[in-house]
């Protein structure tokens, strides 16, 4: 039987711990451009947020849009995030039509106190090689690239290469790109510069993100009785 998504800060550390150790198959694209999914999740309330606040995931591959929502068991805790975002961005990739070759999600993977932030675990979970974008580390650190579109340089975390700032606009702070679920750092970076358009964040998580929070949107306009 399948377990659950953990519940408690207690046993995602135990799980997470679980998840460092393993060692997939590493993949890497193949002949063909991979079908490449975004997920992102938003909440409603202020900062941190707490137990309770609702959840609204979007999940996007090619022309296809998928939605779940759910309610955080906590608030936001610094690698504990799966608290929070596990199970409504789990569902909402098991919404697609077919599951992505590889999955970007808006998380960190081994830039991670445990090397097993939210993107490790949900490309474990579904089975998919996955990659995180952010906009800061967790943990990691190192130099910003040059200002030129495709320029990077690596995010160590005690002396191990976890991903690498990339510069996707000249003008625009680079992004941080993570290895995570069957994902070194140099086949994350060749996947997302591959997708980048003209925009900060890549395709498709930019549209993953304006789907949760148009989500988010019309839930709230909707009269509570």
Known sequence: MERGWPTGADELIAVQH????????????????PHVG?????????????AGDPAYAAAVLDKDTAMATG???AGYQPGLLALRAG???????????????????DA????????????VQLGER?????????????????????????ATTPLELDGERVGAWLRI????????????????????????AGIARKVRTPEP?????KAARIARAEAAAIPRA
């Open 169 to 192: 606009m000249p003008r625009a702070n680079p992004i941080a790109v993570h290895a995570a679920w069957r994902t070194d750092a140099d086949t994350a970076v060749a996947v997302v």
């Open 205 to 209: 998580l930019r549209a993953a993100r």
């Open 18 to 33: 679980e998840l460092a150790d393993m060692r997939p198959d590493a993949w890497a694209p193949g002949g063909e451009p």
């Open 71 to 73: 309610t955080s068991i």
């Open 87 to 105: 199970p409504a961005l789990e569902a909402a990739v098991r919404a697609l039509p077919r599951a992505p070759d590889v999955l970007i999600v």
């Open 38 to 50: 975004g997920a992102f999740a938003c909440f409603d309330g202020q900062g941190p947020g707490q």
């Open 126 to 150: 579904l089975g998919i090689p996955t990659i995180g974008v952010t906009s800061r580390t967790l943990l990691a650190r190192g130099e910003w690239p040059e200002a030129e579109r495709g």
């Open 108 to 119: 960190t993977g081994r830039d991670h106190p445990r090397r097993a932030g939210l993107a």
